[in-house]
């Protein structure tokens, strides 16, 4: 791996040099070659004026970044691109895209992932006349640092900040020591002359290698971003998969022998019955995982060479997303929540499961809580912690139900109520009794779309004068992929996508289809997070008479069209439309054909 100009010189300035172009001296970590500070370089080199560099100074209060780089591009008068074109252009260094290289793992070996986050810095090469490091600033008082920490010269690349972190979460695995505990369960094996029994695993301390390997399997898990974690026994593997922006992924083959080990292990956690192989159990495991709370459904099903095991992955430490975040269009939003301010009635938010029913449901009750309410949930489990809320979770074997735990919320004085799941006649029966006598109900449905949901409550068994006088608008929701920011580029869709893009009503991008080609940043899938997709239907006078005479589905769907309401498809082809996501996305997630 070559860069070109790649030498900056390793000589620190003094620490105690006056501070330049404002009142607040930044780090020592800021000074550059020839004894200026970063914030003359960007005006010389008029990426900034000199009154954004004094602002930045002064903004030293509590939270403010750290350097004064990070607090420019924070206050929006530089991007994280020019900063480094600036930094390169003036120590004669090339900028390094860290989207395309790849750092070589002998490199990677030279420094630990401490280091690498405390001094945001990765190196990227090492040959025998020093270590290539790509850093945001290459300053002479980090360059020594580097050279220190290294114990070898130092060539300096600029990359991007937030590139750099990225590049360090990627790069440095958790999964990377998974060989090392594997080795040592195989060792341990042959030791006692055969496979580790499960009363084995019930007596293991922490530093045990079947505990290390299920430990660090969650802590990829978190990093990478999954929301599931897949533990699927095969003739001559343990295969590990993670469902990532809602597709699967290949991570870890463990050797057959682990398999029931860590299957004892995980149900150890979860208090699950380890002798039981042959039931299905769920479980719940809660721990913390570097610095962050994390809560963990346990699911486990015997199949036909062993038993499989999925776990739900929960980051308690994500924040709450407000409506106009999760992807609905203006209007849309609007119209939602004009709805959420009714003072009694019921609304349903419909899909499949991992569809974010419960985000939107949440994002709905931040919008409803006020301290002159009482808002209570009911769920299973309690995804989202939030302090001024009155939260249930289910217990089956203590007999909290959903029937049983709505019962109790209503003689709690309730203003608010979240129904985490209708998933019976009678919890369905009593969410629409509580909105119908002065409660205003948000609950979830498991329905294909908006009109379905309505269907799926009288399949139920729900008398239809009941759904048509106490549920107020139904909202169906699908998630899609956005296409990865970094590696967005041009293509031309096939006859096949563009004949998709005609059957859902959509038209070509202004600015010409783009797709994301892969890159390091999105593990060359082309895609990074994902976008909800939804469908209002207001309940209107037009289709209680629909629902009272338990009219069909495609007439319910019909009239709601002809009142304004927009089908996912339609919306997924606005996506299209603005190069959010593409037209495979579409497919995958939306579209049924024939439909």
Do not use: W
Request: proline residues 6%; hydrophobic residues 45%; contains cysteine.
């Amino acid at each position: 791996m070559k860069f070109g100009r790649t030498t900056a010189t390793v000589t620190a300035e003094p620490v105690g040099a006056e501070p330049l172009l404002g009142p607040v001296a930044p780090t020592d970590l800021e000074v550059v070659p020839g004894g200026k500070r970063l914030g003359e370089v960007l005006v010389d080199a008029n990426v900034v004026s000199r009154g954004h560099v004094v602002a930045a100074l002064a903004n030293a209060q509590r939270g403010a970044p750290r350097y004064l780089g990070q607090r420019l591009v924070g206050m929006g008068v530089v991007t994280e691109r020019d900063l480094a074109a600036a930094v390169a252009v003036h120590h004669g260094l090339e900028v390094v895209d860290l989207r395309e290289t790849v750092p070589q793992p002998a490199a990677l070996g030279l420094m630990d992932e401490a280091t690498a986050r405390e001094l945001t810095a990765i190196p990227l090469a090492a040959d025998p006349n020093g270590v290539i490091v790509a850093v945001p600033v290459p300053s002479p008082a980090l360059l020594a640092v580097l050279q220190r920490r290294l114990g070898r010269a130092v060539r300096a690349c600029v990359a991007r900040e937030s590139d750099i972190a990225q590049a360090i979460a990627l790069n440095y695995r958790a999964l990377a020591g998974v060989a090392s505990h594997v080795q040592a369960f195989e060792s341990q094996a042959a030791t006692r002359g055969g496979a580790t029994t499960r009363a084995d695993v019930a007596s293991v301390n922490d530093d045990a290698p079947v505990v290390q390997v299920v430990h660090l399997m969650i802590t990829q898990a978190l990093r990478d971003r999954a929301s599931d974690i897949h533990i699927e026994p095969q003739p001559e593997r343990i295969r590990v998969r993670y469902r990532i922006d809602g597709a699967l992924h290949d991570v870890l083959d463990l050797p057959p022998a682990m398999g029931p080990v860590i299957v004892s292990r995980i149900k150890i956690m979860a208090g699950m019955n380890i002798v039981e192989r042959r039931r299905p159990q769920d479980g719940q495991i809660s721990l913390e995982i570097e610095g962050r709370g994390v809560d963990i459904r346990v699911s486990t099903t015997s199949v036909v060479e062993g038993e499989k095991v999925v776990m739900r992955v929960l980051d308690k430490s994500r924040t709450l997303y407000r409506l106009e975040q999760l992807g609905m269009p203006q209007d849309v939003a609007a119209r939602y929540q004009s709805l959420l301010r009714s003072p009694y009635g019921m609304v349903i938010c419909a899909g499949p499961t991992g569809s974010g029913k419960t985000t939107t449901l949440y994002g709905s009750l931040a919008e409803l809580n006020t301290p002159e309410r009482n808002v209570m949930t009911i769920e299973d489990p309690v995804e989202y912690r939030v302090e001024s809320i009155s939260q249930i979770q289910i217990n089956e074997q203590a007999g909290v139900t959903f029937a049983t735990g709505l019962r109790s919320i209503l003689r709690q004085d309730p203003d608010v109520i979240l129904v985490g799941e209708v998933r019976d006649v009678e919890t369905a029966r009593i969410a629409v009794q509580a909105a119908l006598t002065g409660h205003f109900v948000l609950s979830s449905i498991h329905a294909t779309d908006a009109p379905a949901a309505l269907h799926r409550l009288l399949d139920m068994g729900m008398e239809s004068f009941l759904v048509a006088s106490s549920v107020t608008a139904v909202v169906s929701q699908r998630l899609v992929r956005r296409m990865c920011p970094h590696c967005r580029g041009p293509y031309q869709p096939s006859s096949e996508e563009l004949a998709l893009l005609v059957a859902i009503g959509g038209r070509p991008p202004a600015q010409g289809f783009l797709r994301g080609h892969g890159c390091n940043f999105c593990a060359q899938t082309g895609f990074l997070e994902r976008i909800g997709v939804y469908e209002l239907m207001p309940v209107t006078d037009a289709i209680r008479e629909l629902v009272l005479a338990r009219a069909p589905h495609d007439q319910v769907r019909k009239v709601a069209r002809a009142e304004g309401m927009r089908t996912l498809q339609e919306e997924a082809a606005r996506l299209v439309e603005a190069n959010v996501t593409t037209l495979d996305e579409v497919l995958r997630s939306i579209y049924v054909i024939g439909s």
